[in-house]
């Protein structure tokens, strides 16, 4: 059964720092593609980083520079680092893991998602 569990949200100030964690079973050092979403207050749901089967990884424009995703196959866990956050950046953030080693920015093409970790960040 696979498993993704988020973690490490919270609430900070504007310019400050978090480190998103999801536990995913399904993690092994050829793939599958892992990525995470976000989803603020009466927003669609978005890609904000993916890092495919292969180790490469890709950013939403709005991001980059700012988050750094990453994982450790060993312990099985998706990060996402986050720095220089600004209020925009609120939104309720997911794991998720596709079926294959690629990756995409399809919310629809995600098989497997974790329940989510809020962030907020205040001005």
């Not at 092994?28 to 890092?51: D, H, L, N, Y």
């Not at 309720?92 to 920015?105: K, L």
């Amino acid at each position: 059964q696979v498993q993704l569990v988020e973690s490490g949200g919270g609430s900070v100030q504007t310019g400050g720092s978090l480190r998103l964690s999801c536990a995913a079973s399904v993690i092994t050092a050829s793939g599958p593609c892992m990525a995470w979403f976000r989803q603020g207050s009466g927003k669609e749901r978005e890609i904000v980083a993916t890092i495919d089967g292969r180790g490469g990884t890709a950013y939403a424009g709005s991001v980059k520079g700012r988050f750094t995703i990453s994982k450790d196959n060993a312990k099985k866990i998706l990060y996402l680092e986050m720095n220089s956050l600004t209020p925009e950046d609120t939104a309720m953030f997911y794991c998720a893991a596709r079926g294959s080693w690629y990756c995409t920015y399809n919310v629809a093409d995600y098989a497997y998602w974790g329940q989510g970790t809020q962030v907020t960040v205040s001005s």
